[in-house]
């Protein structure tokens, strides 16, 4: 599986997770999943800036309410639900352990971006705990 990214969205990721520091900041990615000669290709179309509830470095936590919210508008707009994105203030782009104990959305992608240095790796959930290395491309 390959996911898109364009670099205005990564730029707009990169500026939220840079205004939030040094709190882990969080959101929502949406677009559309397509079957090219083979190979799955999710395409992000859209980026939705979410608030951290818990305010922490290490963890994060998008609010029922606001992903009842996001994904009533994904859905309202004919868009699929790619999965999230968060930063690690003071981490690699990898998952850490609270990312791997945490994570529940199997069979989506996570997008970590670390702050320093800047760097975003695109991880899939393949089952509670354990995640595989998407391949990531900016355009």
Not at 32 to 37: E, G, V
Request: aromatic residues 10%.
């Amino acid at each position: 599986m390959t996911i898109i990214l364009r670099s205005k969205d990564f730029e707009t990721i990169v500026s939220h997770c840079k205004e939030e520091e040094p709190i882990e900041a969080c959101g929502i990615i949406a677009g559309q999943i397509r079957d090219c000669d083979g190979k799955i290709v999710k395409d992000v179309l859209r980026i939705y800036l979410c608030k951290n509830e818990f305010q922490s470095p290490i963890e994060y936590n998008i609010g029922a309410e606001e992903q009842l919210r996001i994904f009533s508008e994904i859905n309202d707009d004919g868009l699929d639900l790619l999965g999230f994105y968060h930063s690690h203030p003071n981490n690699s782009s990898n998952p850490s352990k609270i990312d791997e104990k945490r994570a529940n959305y199997v069979g989506y992608s996570y997008l970590i971006l670390s702050l320093h240095p800047i760097k975003i790796s695109s991880w899939i959930l393949e089952q509670q705990g354990f995640f595989t290395k998407e391949e990531l491309n900016i355009i």
